[in-house]
């Protein structure tokens, strides 16, 4: 890249349910020291926002739910403050307002790197099975439901206990009627509907993160068993893995949707039948998309050089088997002015004498 | 789903990491000799002769050792 690529990043928060920003940028900054970084927040405590080396400069957002007129609103006043090229959006919620609005994102000449909406309906929670059996993939019996009685009814076909999971977000194992109707309104309410019934998988999981050129094929996967996994079912740590059987599964997936873009890949071992079965496809890189980068496989390196280029990158060398990543968590520190720059007037610049970097101009 | 023995990492103290499936296991010093040398493409005959050598054990005693490691093996679901 000739000049300094100028890209916005969301999803910067690294606490309990860390979101993939951070990592993102982390590894934009191992490969483009010079990068121009626009955090875009929907939350002023995101704690990536804070980091050394994180974003240069950083904008709040409105949620997506808000509608396509705040958030293209709220972009143009961004841009106008403050240009940038490329845009790597990674929340779910955010990209299936974005690829439905791909238009609008091109006429404001920012590049993306999407799946579009069949690619990305095609892998939705409650369309799973059908991919699988397309793709002759095993997957735990799933049921979509929309209110509490369809649950009840769902629940009555799968038995307990299962596993109670929002459209976009969040899972709950549930063992009994009554913690299903309170997961099923939480989940409901917050995530609308389905929210996706899914019968209970015992066995060691695992995560492919993945670069689709759009066309049928994969330009990098790097492949994890979760070593550590938090009461939520986060992965606190991960050990890379070479398995031919979990690659030829991701390639049938991302084969069969034509995938373009980051994805990742959740599978786990059923125990009972000692194969892997399909848990979902996520439209986005993970939270530890940074561990590969340490390895030389740096994905939103790749991801952005494919943006910048238009072509599809040289397939990247794989993750050696046997590096394991930890999650650590340290305190990073704001100032109140941060907090209420971000609260009030909804952009800040992060202060030089904070980084080492220039600030933006907002 | 089995891994290839050749595949799986090992280290002098018997630590040994399967690349396939991510898990780590402990052997023995006489189960990483045996794996060792199944490695090695010794069949099992032959690392049979090996422990009656080095180990100055009755034949009885060597193959019901063995066998039940080789079971033990192919639980783990790892081939030779």
Redesign the interface.
Known sequence: MSTAPRIAVSGLHRGENPQPGAGIIRSIRRAFADAFIVGLTYDAFESGIYVEGGPDAVYAMPYPTSGPEAYFERLDTVLEKTPFDFFIPTLDAEIELLVHLGQDIAARGLITCLPDKQMLQRRAKDRLVDLANACDVAVPDTVPVYDVAGAARGARELGYPLMVKGQYYDARKVGTEPELVAAVNKLLAEWGAPAILQRCVHGPEFNALGLGDGRGGIIGLCCIRKTIVSDKGKGLGGITIADKRLDELCSRLIRELRWRGPFEIEVMIDESRRKYVLIEINPRFPAWVDFPSMLGANFPATLLTMMATGLTPAPMTPCPAGHFYLRHQIEVHGHIEQLAALSTSTDFDVPAETTSRTSAQV | ?ATPLS?L?LNDRGFT?D?????TFQLNTTGLRIVRMLQQGLDSDAVLGRMIEDFEVDENTARRDLDDFLSGLKQL?WAG
Do not use: Q, R
Not at chain 2, 19 to 23: D, L, R, T, Y
């Open positions: 789903m595949d990492l990491f690349p396939a499936s991510g898990e679901g």
